[in-house]
Nanobody, 125 residues
Framework: QVVLVESGGGSVRAGGSLSLSCAAS????????MAWFRQAPGKGREGVAA????????AYTDSVKGRFTISQDDAENTLYLEMHSLKPEDTGTYYC??????????????????WGPGTQVIVSS
């Protein structure tokens, strides 16, 4: 089992920036992919960005390309999401997730088996 805990959410004005972190513990060596998902009020969960554990390949949903960057610190078992030029439509609860295997570009929640409790991001206009 892998335990994930997100931090770094908050409220910002449109155009601002936020950084999210996800601390992983447990059987992290058994996971090949990590990702960020988000869920806006009244909407389904959406894949935001994903990365292969220990690798450099990444994937992003189109709406965040050029604005968000996913990265990882393998030594610290920490996943990051740098978010810039935030828009009100980026508002939601952001979740960290890990998978034994995944198709990175698909950003499909069904691939991911471990989930954090989420951290809220609010972007006001």
């Amino acid at each position: 089992q892998v335990v994930l805990v997100e931090s770094g959410g908050g409220s910002v004005r449109a155009g601002g920036s936020l950084s999210l972190s996800c601390a992983a513990s447990g059987s992290t060596g058994s996971r090949d992919c990590m990702a960020w998902f988000r869920q806006a009020p009244g909407k389904g969960r959406e894949g935001v960005a994903a990365i292969y554990v220990g690798g450099s390949s990444t994937a992003y949903t189109d709406s965040v390309k050029g604005r968000f960057t996913i990265s990882q610190d393998d030594a610290e078992n920490t996943l990051y999401l740098e978010m810039h030029s935030l828009k009100p439509e980026d508002t939601g609860t952001y979740y960290c997730a890990s998978a034994r295997a995944c198709t990175l570009s698909r950003l499909w929640a069904g691939d991911y088996i471990d989930w954090g409790p989420g951290t809220q991001v609010i972007v006001s206009s």
